[in-house]
């Protein structure tokens, strides 16, 4: 048997990549927080920045959110581009909210289904794909 | 915290779409197909004491379990954005369904003909939810060994529902599965809202 520690170690695919998981735990981001502070955000609920990027902004996973809530996007989308857990990106959101960094637009009440312009409307886009 | 809606929001209308279906149904391959930018990806972090049939007994430490949704847009129009969510495909993470489902505009069934009952599930979730939904059999490499009835027949659905073959992988098929699905949503609203 070898008594290099080092032998092998190429043989396999390296095991810090990502399939290994994150080297932080993802609620570390948020100093351990997990619950959002407000009300929750759909996946669908839209977020736009209403400030550009400050020097005193939090943390980079906020400046991160902020810089591409610079056009509108859905919580999932950002949760997807930075890629961290919806949870995480959750209370980051509720941070920028109570800063007044970030705007929020809810999709329309759940217990409603759309009306019949909107559905009309869905239908003919897709129609025309 | 002030949330707003109003006509004069800088931001799309936003309606999501689920699409469920047992594991390797073809989710994301479907969301694929007709989506205008490569399916993303959101993840869940969850422990396992939040899973009910992990059993941590006797487990020194917990450990988390990522729970991956993929999800694709349509822009139908400026003012109208269609979200295409596929739903996590492991029963136990029902859970998320729920966040999933609330709000959704419809859903859509993927079922594979080799594996039926793993779409069981996923159609007594939609109908106890009421949540308007179409069944799409999809039809891997053309093997179409049963029609759309037997198919209904198979799954027992109401007769109102839709069933259709459909494949997962071809936009124009998976176009005709949602006009199908918001066609049967505007059918019901229709119904239940007098002229």
């Not at chain 1, 100093?31 to 005193?56: H, K, S």
């Not at chain 2, 197909?33 to 939040?50: D, F, K, M, Y």
Request: hydrophobic share 45%; glycine share 6%; with cysteine.
């Amino acid at each position: 048997m070898s008594t290099d520690p080092l032998d092998g170690v190429e043989e396999g695919p390296a095991w810090w990549d990502h399939e290994a998981g994150p080297v932080v735990r993802p609620y570390m981001v948020t100093g351990g927080r997990v619950r959002p502070t407000t009300v929750d955000f759909d996946l669908i609920t839209y977020l736009v920045a209403t400030a550009t990027l400050a020097a005193d902004t939090p943390s980079p996973e906020h400046q991160a959110i902020l810089a591409l809530t610079q056009e509108p996007r859905a919580v999932a989308e950002v949760a997807s581009r930075v890629d961290l857990p919806l949870g995480v990106v959750r209370v980051l959101l509720c941070d920028l909210l109570s800063d007044g960094l970030i705007a929020r637009y809810d999709p329309p009440p759940t217990d409603h289904l759309p009306n019949v312009e909107t559905l009309q409307a869905v239908i003919h886009g897709l129609r025309a794909l | 915290m002030d949330s707003v809606r109003s006509d004069t929001a800088p931001v799309p209308q936003a309606l999501k779409i689920l699409v469920a279906g047992g594991f390797g149904a073809g989710k994301t391959t479907l969301v694929g197909a007709v989506s205008e930018i490569a399916p993303l990806r959101t993840e869940e972090v969850l422990t396992t004491a939040g899973v009910g049939t992990d059993d941590t007994t006797g487990v020194a430490t917990k450990t988390t379990t990522t729970v991956a949704m993929d999800f694709g847009r349509i822009t139908i129009n400026p003012s109208l954005v269609l979200y295409l969510f596929g739903t996590p495909g492991q029963n136990r993470f029902w859970f998320l369904w729920d966040e999933l489902a609330t709000g959704a505009l419809g859903a859509v069934v993927l079922a594979d003909t080799r594996r039926l009952a793993d779409s069981f599930a996923a159609i007594d979730y939609f109908e106890q939810r009421n949540t308007p939904f179409v069944i799409a059999v999809n039809c891997f490499d053309n093997d179409q060994r049963y029609t759309a009835e037997q198919v209904r027949e198979a799954l027992d659905v109401d007769g109102h529902v839709p069933v259709l073959l459909t494949d997962a992988r071809d936009r124009m098929s998976v176009k005709n599965v949602l006009i199908t699905l918001v066609e049967h949503v505007l059918t019901m609203v229709r119904s239940s809202v007098p002229a």
